[in-house]
């Protein structure tokens, strides 16, 4: 097992298509509210797998390709890691680059939280999922939701 966290992750905003959005709270810091979020395993990990393996480690939902497809959005966000967390990182590792993943899911998905994560979940109007997120590039993705899942006019 590494000593480390690696200073590279992914967040997955999970929405309905009539763009509620999925927020855990962490369990370790109770009214700390977020989407799916994690570090790559292995400096080779593929993002999507990663995506897709925090997705179902932190809610159950398994993006299977078909029905539950996992959306990259070839968009990075590169933060200051938190006081609170640099202490899983390697000495000196103060900035983590994030990878932004969005996945369209029924309203009535069940959810799995990982008790050792969450304690708790609930579904929101997309700006009241901003609002609630304690992470500014998380309540920044959730608000791209929009923009992001509209038909794109070049593409036609």
Partial sequence: MQAYKIPES?????????????????????????SVTGSLD???????ETAARELFEETG????????????????????????????YA??????????FSVCVPRDIPIILSPREHIAHAWLPYLE???RCFSASNAE??????????????SK
Avoid: M
Avoid at 93 to 98: A, C, I, L, P, Y
Avoid at 141 to 154: G, V
């Fill in 42 to 48: 292995r400096l080779d990990e593929p993002l999507l």
């Fill in 91 to 100: 000495p000196g590792v103060t900035q983590n680059t994030e990878h932004v």
């Fill in 61 to 88: 939902i398994v993006a299977d390709g078909e029905q539950i497809v996992l959306c990259d959005w070839q968009l990075s966000n590169i933060y200051e890691i938190y006081p609170l967390w640099r202490h899983r």
């Fill in 141 to 154: 993705a959730i608000l791209q939701l929009p923009r992001q899942l509209a038909p794109n006019p070049k």
């Fill in 129 to 131: 999922a901003a609002d």
């Fill in 10 to 34: 992914v967040l997955v905003v999970i929405h309905t298509s009539e763009l509620d959005v999925l927020v855990i709270e962490r369990a370790g810091q109770p009214g700390f509210w977020q």
